[in-house]
């Protein structure tokens, strides 16, 4: 097979496995595809937690065609019984020739140990076919088994002069229905929605995920709130939408926990000098298995963020406003006094969005998954 038909392959492997963008959560989303004799004879992607894995979709599909195909997955099959049995077993059990994986799979329970499976039944394995590619499909899900916490996205919505909301904390809405749309795509993805209590007490944001499209199983994005002295108000909306709810707080107040907890609300306790350590809560967030979690919080929660190198990714939507300099701004940062100490961003996307524009930028000092 030339390296172009390889690549075609790959790339629709790839192709099927963003079919479960929405759904997979916490596991990875994977496509894979089976061909013989240059045909395709089975495809499948991963759809959700529990289900099927992709190989096994694509040999259920491709039959007795599986015998003597190359497989083209988009992740290195697992090789442990979890809730469905080892990939690396199906696909030699069902007489596959050959398997092309675009990436190895770094999580400690698979870590080379498909492809290990693989090879000692005699099947040829390749590693790496479009594996750039691969990898941008789990951010979050490569971050939480490399850097033991989620990929951490923060969206910002600003007007044309960067201001965030006015003066008296009105903010909404600044920017369009397509960017908001567009917001409530990013919701749909992520693991968790994460606010502070200072947008939480200001706005009672709804954070929930919609997608204009029904034939999507949406999974509801969990919410978090960041709350040291958990003031947040039993009748706040987020509180009521399903999904599960966390609150992270250094505060001890066992009725006001008691009554969040009647209402399914967790709180747990985190460290941290008079405000929760955000590291802790970031490591949390990666035991709990969440693989993208997206931020929409005000200028301190930011800023602390962002100082303490847990912002992996921003999404900004600029909107052609002016707030003037009363209005709030991006970060506290406290006050910086050269240019040196200013954290520095690499422009990773710049796009217009109904009237708006969505800059997506990369903090520079803090490493890739
Ligand atoms: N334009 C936008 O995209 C956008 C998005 C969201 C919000 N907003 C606006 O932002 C404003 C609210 O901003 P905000 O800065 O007050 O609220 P925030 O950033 O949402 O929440 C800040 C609060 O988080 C809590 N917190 C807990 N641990 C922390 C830590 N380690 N570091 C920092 N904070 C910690 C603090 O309260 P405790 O100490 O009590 O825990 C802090 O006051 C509102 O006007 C809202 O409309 C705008």
Redesign the pocket.
């Known amino acids: 097979m030339t390296i172009s038909d390889q690549s075609k392959h790959m790339h629709r492997a790839i192709e099927l496995a963003q079919r479960g963008l929405y759904t997979t959560d916490p596991n990875p989303r994977v496509g894979c595809v089976l061909v013989k004799a240059g045909e395709v004879v089975g495809e499948g992607w991963h759809a959700r937690a529990g289900g099927p894995h992709a190989e096994r979709v694509a040999l259920t599909a491709a039959g007795v065609a599986a015998r003597g195909a190359t497989a083209f997955v988009t992740l290195e099959p697992c090789n442990h019984s979890g809730r469905t049995d080892p990939c690396s077993e199906a696909l030699i059990a069902a007489g596959v020739a050959q398997v092309v994986c675009a990436m190895r799979d770094p999580t400690p329970w698979v870590s080379g140990g498909g492809v290990e499976k693989l090879t000692q039944a005699g099947i040829e394995v390749d590693v790496g076919v479009l594996e750039d590619e691969a990898r941008m499909l789990n951010p979050g899900y490569l971050s939480r088994a490399l850097r033991g916490r989620p990929l951490i996205r923060s969206?910002?919505?600003?007007s044309l002069d960067g201001r965030?909301?006015l003066a008296n904390?009105v903010?909404q809405w600044?920017t369009g229905e397509a960017a908001r749309e567009d917001v409530h795509r990013w919701r749909a993805r992520a693991s968790a929605v994460l606010?502070?209590?200072?947008?939480l007490l200001?706005?009672d944001p709804a954070l929930d995920a919609r997608l204009g499209d029904s034939t999507i199983d949406l999974r509801h994005p969990s919410r978090i709130i960041?709350?040291?002295?958990l003031?947040t108000p039993l009748g706040a909306k987020t509180l009521s939408l399903p999904g599960e709810r966390l609150i992270f707080t250094r505060a001890s107040d066992p009725d006001k926990a008691a009554a969040l907890a009647a209402q399914g609300v967790a709180v747990e306790r985190v460290g941290?000098d008079g405000?929760?350590d955000?590291r802790e809560v970031a490591r949390r967030l990666g035991e709990l298995e969440f693989n993208e979690v997206w931020v929409?919080?005000?200028?301190?929660?930011?800023g602390?963020l962002l100082r303490a190198g847990l912002i992996d990714e921003l999404v900004i939507y600029i909107a052609p406003l002016l707030l003037g300099n009363a209005a709030?701004g991006m970060f506290d940062l406290g006050e910086l006094t050269a240019l040196a100490q200013s954290p520095r961003l690499m422009l990773d996307e710049c796009r217009q969005i109904g009237a708006d524009l969505r800059v997506i930028a990369r903090p520079a000092n803090v490493p890739d998954a």
């Open positions: 969206k910002l919505a600003v965030t909301a904390g903010s600044l606010t502070g209590i200072g947008t200001a706005d960041i709350d040291s002295r003031r941290g405000q929760c955000l929409e919080a005000g200028p301190r929660l930011n602390a709030r």
